[in-house]
């Protein structure tokens, strides 16, 4: 059975232009009917599953590209598959710890700033200055 872009797109919960971009960068090579029509079958529909579900992980293009590669590849080593799992990981628990660091200064400064009709603002003298400081706090 095959598939027209708009078939595989509502099946897969992919939009269309993700599904042609993933085609332009070689991620999934659809089947090309005599008038140019892209034809998938059920193997690109799991492709794109695939990628939706590793997009979704926060995985990047090449990571998705070699996790595919490792996923076609019967003669695979788990440890390949779970070294770019990891890589990844380590990436987020960077971002967790920048983002509760920013949310560490801004929780300060928003408890610093007095919300009133009066114009100092601890909030704004930091973005100027990069302080971080709030005086009588």
């Known amino acids: 059975m095959t598939m027209n872009i708009g078939d595989v ?28 029509y892209r ?14 579900r590793a997009r979704a992980l926060g995985f990047t293009i090449e990571e998705c590209r070699a996790l595919l590669a490792l996923y076609q590849d019967d003669g695979r080593e788990s440890a390949q598959v779970k070294q770019i799992a990891e890589g ?17 200064t801004l929780a ?10 009066r114009p100092d603002c601890p909030i704004l003298d930091d973005l100027s200055a990069g302080t971080g400081n709030c005086h009588g706090g």
């Open 39 to 52: 034809s998938f079958r059920e193997s690109d529909l799991h492709r794109l599953a695939f990628l939706g």
């Open 88 to 104: 990844h990981l380590a990436r987020i628990d960077e971002k967790i710890a920048q983002l509760q660091s920013m949310r560490a």
């Open 108 to 117: 300060h400064l928003v408890s610093c700033c007095a919300g009133d009709d």
């Open 9 to 36: 797109s509502r099946r897969s919960g992919l939009p269309a232009k993700t599904i042609r971009y993933y085609e332009e960068i070689g991620l999934i090579r659809p089947a090309r009917s005599p008038n140019g």
